[in-house]
Nanobody, 125 residues
Framework: QVQLVESGGGLVQAGGSLRLSCAAS????????MGWFRQAPGKGREFVAA????????YYADSVKGRFTISRDNAKNTLYLQMNSLKPEDTAVYYC??????????????????WGQGTQVTVSS
């Protein structure tokens, strides 16, 4: 079992940037396809970005494409999400997760089995 801990969230003004980190322990991240999701108050969990099964392909939600970048440092066993040009609608709790099955599309949270506790991102207007 892998344990995931997110960090890097906070309060930022619109147009600003944050970098989220997801540190893993228990297993090496290079063994997993990984993803980022977010959940705003009163809404369901939403796909943000993911690495594909190959570990090199990346996928983004249309709402963050061109603004967010997913990356990983296998030596540090850490996944990142660089978020630029932040908007108030990006406000949410952000979660990282490991992919548990490839039979369910990567955009579905049901495809992921290990989740971190989340980190709050708040973007003020």
């Amino acid at each position: 079992q892998v344990q995931l801990v997110e960090s890097g969230g906070g309060l930022v003004q619109a147009g600003g940037s944050l970098r989220l980190s997801c540190a893993a322990s228990g297993r090496t991240l290079s063994s997993y396809a990984m993803g980022w999701f977010r959940q705003a108050p009163g809404k369901g969990r939403e796909f943000v970005a993911a690495f594909g099964r190959s570990g090199t392909s990346t996928y983004y939600a249309d709402s963050v494409k061109g603004r967010f970048t997913i990356s990983r440092d296998n030596a540090k066993n850490t996944l990142y999400l660089q978020m630029n040009s932040l908007k108030p609608e990006d406000t949410a709790v952000y979660y990282c997760a490991t992919r548990g099955t490839y039979y369910i599309p990567y955009k579905s949270d049901s495809s992921y089995d290990n989740w971190g506790q989340g980190t709050q991102v708040t973007v003020s207007s």
